[in-house]
């Protein structure tokens, strides 16, 4: 089966650094994406991990371990359009299986 | 920057109508993907296709959806006979390729069923 753990919500200060974690267990693993989804907008890509490690992209990076089921996303410099929903989407053959998702409220 | 396209934006049916909901992936994908989102939960996968054939399906897509590539950009999701429980946000997707290329989601059709 699938499951997708991630905390519900989360709040955060301007300027600062929020980790967002997500455990899973699924399927035909295939990599981890993350995605960012504003209030009534489609998912916008964030990052891919395949391999064990931390990528970098900017402000984002994102962080996999697959023997332990494990990846987080990290902000950083956080602004108030960071504000958003943020998922957690292990890929599998042919689909995205989405977690719930982590709403994150960035106050100043 | 090319982008996945959806029309309508939003889609006001009766129960016990068929609906059809248009989208065009991007132009270079090979692709296409059908996902929803009722209102306050997850987004769930209902079917990925290519090569003008179902790749995968989820236990949503039952026989009242189907999917069609009617020409060379349209991709179209049809449900026959809408229910309430239709009713969500549909977002099209396309991907270069399958697995571990990047999905890219267009805006989004919001089907209302009364």
């Known amino acids: 089966g699938q499951n997708i753990d991630q905390p519900t919500e989360m709040t955060a200060t301007e300027g600062a650094i929020v980790q967002i974690n997500c455990t899973y267990q699924t399927s035909g693993f295939n990599g981890l994406f993350w995605y960012q989804q504003h209030a009534g907008e489609a998912p916008t890509f964030l990052s891919y991990n395949v391999l064990d490690g931390l990528e970098e992209k900017g402000r984002f990076s994102s962080f996999l371990s697959r023997s332990k089921g494990y990846s987080y996303l990290l902000l950083k410099e956080l602004q108030m359009k960071d504000s958003a929903s943020y998922l957690c989407?292990?890929?599998?053959?042919?689909?995205?299986?989405f977690g719930a998702g982590t709403r994150l409220a960035v106050h100043p | 920057e090319p982008e996945v396209t959806q029309t309508p934006s939003h889609q006001v049916t009766q129960m016990g109508q068929e609906v059809i909901l248009r989208c065009v992936p991007i132009?270079?994908?090979?692709?296409f993907y059908w996902y929803r989102q009722i209102l306050g939960q997850k987004v769930e996968f209902l079917v990925s296709?290519?090569?003008?054939?179902?790749?995968?399906k989820s236990e949503i897509f039952d026989d009242q959806f189907s999917v069609e590539r009617p020409d060379g950009s349209n991709f179209t999701l049809k449900i026959r006979s809408t229910k309430l429980e239709d009713s969500a946000m549909y977002f099209c997707?396309?991907?270069?390729?399958?697995?571990?290329?990047?999905?890219?989601f267009g805006p989004g059709t919001r089907l209302t069923v009364l």
């Open positions: 989407a292990p890929g599998g053959y042919n689909k995205l299986i």
């Open positions: 296709f290519y090569n003008n054939e179902i790749s995968e």
């Open positions: 132009s270079n994908h090979l692709y």
């Open positions: 997707a396309s991907s270069v390729g399958s697995t571990t290329d990047t999905q890219y």
